[in-house]
């Protein structure tokens, strides 16, 4: 009821910019550029609120291998990274390990867990990605360097708008927590001092690897995991 005519309103003002550059008013073209990019937000705003309420059906779940999975997101957001400038080590030590999941909805989870670590770091900041085995879970953590999450904001982290810090919709713990709750797993968010927050997402084990030897896949960059959860996978 919302996408399709914010779909017409956007062509309408992309048609509307380039009429306004052909015919030289240079001012119009940037006032209708700005109008198409707040509806552009609302339209990603609405999406982000429907991953909130989707649920997952059982004929979607299937084996999916955690770090082949956590290496993949990670490097669809590099671009991002590099953007903004910010750094990513990994120490990865789940290889062979799968989870019961809906692959799509996971990875969004994920990437959700990574925009939020990458927006709350900022500019120049640095993110660690860790994913470890705890007793039946896989434990997978993303600690940032930005501004510690105090007081009313870590309290309210994981409800919708509430952490709306102007850089973003304050909508990706509240999407990473409802779709790791409907895989029977948990996200928590631990603040440090002076500065920095860890954020845990924990799923439950549904297959190990046939030897619990499996290779150690840690590393200073993201780049090297692939190698490693391809070979894993």
């Not at 770090?67 to 990865?92: K, N």
């Not at 789940?94 to 939020?116: H, K, N, P, R």
């Amino acid at each position: 009821e919302i996408n399709n005519p914010l779909t017409s309103v956007l062509g309408v003002i992309q048609l509307l910019s380039e009429r306004a550059r052909r015919q030289a008013r240079t001012r119009d073209a940037e006032m209708l550029d700005r109008a198409g990019d707040e509806a552009q937000r609302i339209r990603t705003i609405m999406k982000r609120l429907l991953a909130l309420t989707r649920r997952l059906r059982a004929d979607e779940l299937a084996e999916v291998e955690i770090q082949a999975l956590l290496v993949a997101t990670l490097r669809m957001s590099e671009r991002s990274f590099a953007a903004d400038s910010v750094s990513v080590g990994c120490d990865l030590d789940t290889a062979g390990y799968t989870v019961l999941a809906d692959f799509s909805a996971l990875q969004q989870a994920l990437l959700q867990l990574v925009d939020d670590a990458r927006t709350r770091c900022g500019a120049g900041g640095e993110i660690r990605v860790t994913a470890r085995v705890s007793a039946d879970q896989v434990v997978v953590q993303l600690r940032d360097d930005g501004e510690t999450l105090r007081g009313e904001r870590l309290e309210r982290a994981f409800e919708p708008f509430a952490d709306d810090d102007g850089r973003s919709d304050g909508l990706s713990l509240a999407i990473a927590c409802r779709i790791a709750t409907e895989h029977g797993g948990t996200v928590e968010i631990e603040p440090h001092e002076p500065r920095g927050n860890t954020v845990s997402m924990r799923l439950p084990i549904h297959g190990a690897p046939a030897s619990s030897r499996h290779d150690d896949a840690s590393g200073d960059s993201f780049a090297a995991q692939e190698e490693a959860a391809c070979a894993a996978a």
